[in-house]
């Protein structure tokens, strides 16, 4: 009883903040600018965290931290009602390899640039390639438990998504309409932008100031990739336990992400429609809802002068991979779905 009071404050909080942000992210304006109510979370959480949330931190600190933690893992874990394994048929093998190159191609081009060039620390780099290959914000919440981040280096990362994410959903479709001449059909266009815009809201966006077609492909195409975030943390992890293993004396075990684990198991339930798709509909809601709770929190106990502390090089490094993202990624697509159609 007492450990519920110690939560109550907060999670009330956090409560109130994720409510506000999916009402306003249901909101024309902002449906139009495909900002989901994970982005519109961090931003409201982080203006409170930084203006009335000092004031009140004391008693609502073990909410908030239960929110970024066990709240997060489930709301990942529940992701995964979002997908099911027929969608990867529906966009074929050449879907699935094409997400696959993108996803690596970019995570290993964050790493490298990163790390190398602009001299970045690991954690920033980790996570802004997570979530320019994945899938946006909910790739940089799902990272973030693994690497045990700063919720500054995880906002820092939220916003190159923002930034770089809405600047795609209104230049791809200009693009399309300039390359459309060229042959390029419109399931085609939905594909390439599935497999490289960040966020899904914004893969939407821009498939649909297509056409609905191109909608749909761009939506098969983004889910497959973020099917694909279960493998890349356990990956992660493994790598990370073997790197400090081999730089230390001490043995370390490596920490299997579970709810990773927990969230393709999901996927591969609904994938057997057992479930009315009602009570699939509200799942979807319940996990909208604790993700919301999760961005939330990480806006409270994010300090804006620790994102100006971070400088200029987290969006230099985002601006990269963006334009791998249109380059590289329109390279990839057009050569595997060649390969494939040879075959």
């Not at 001449?181 to 266009?189: I, K, Q």
């Not at 649909?208 to 749909?216: H, W």
């Amino acid at each position: 009883m007492n450990t519920l009071r110690q939560h109550t404050p907060g999670l009330l909080l956090v409560l109130v903040l994720a409510l506000g942000s999916l009402h306003a992210a249901a909101l024309p304006w902002f449906s139009q600018l495909g900002l989901s109510a994970l982005t519109i979370a961090i931003v409201g959480g982080m203006v409170l965290g930084n203006t009335l949330y000092p004031r009140i931190a004391l008693p609502s600190h073990h909410g908030v931290t239960f929110a970024k933690g066990q709240i997060l893992r489930l709301g990942i874990i529940l992701f995964g009602f979002k997908l099911t394994f027929q969608d990867i048929a529906a966009v074929g093998i050449s879907g699935i390899l094409i997400d696959a190159c993108v996803l690596t191609s970019t995570f290993l081009l964050a790493f490298w640039l990163g790390r190398r060039k602009l001299g970045l620390d690991e954690q920033s780099v980790i996570l802004i390639g997570a979530g320019s290959s994945i899938c946006g914000a909910a790739a940089i919440l799902a990272t973030e438990p693994v690497l045990k981040a700063h919720a500054e280096k995880v906002a820092v990362a939220v916003a190159t998504v923002v930034v770089f994410g809405t600047l795609a959903m209104f230049l791809y479709p200009l693009l399309f309409s300039l390359v459309q001449t060229l042959g390029v059909s419109e399931f085609a266009y939905g594909v390439f932008t599935g497999s490289t815009v960040h966020e899904v809201a914004q893969a939407v966006a821009a498939g649909r100031a297509v056409s609905e077609q191109a909608a749909t492909s761009a939506v098969i195409t983004k889910m497959i990739r973020v099917m694909m975030l279960a493998p890349f943390l356990v990956i992660l992890s493994t790598w990370l336990a073997r790197r400090h293993q081999s730089g230390s004396k001490e043995a370390r075990r490596i920490t299997i992400p579970w709810f990773a684990l927990g969230f393709l198991a999901m996927a591969g339930f609904n994938s057997l429609h057992w479930l009315p798709q009602a009570w699939v509909a509200q799942l979807i809601a319940l996990d909208n809802l604790l993700l919301a709770m999760a961005m939330g929190a990480l806006g409270l106990t994010t300090h804006f002068s620790a994102i100006r502390r971070a400088g200029s090089k987290p969006m230099w490094l985002a601006s990269a991979l963006f334009a791998w993202l249109l380059i590289g990624g329109t390279l990839i697509n057009s050569g595997i779905s060649y390969l494939v159609h040879q075959l």
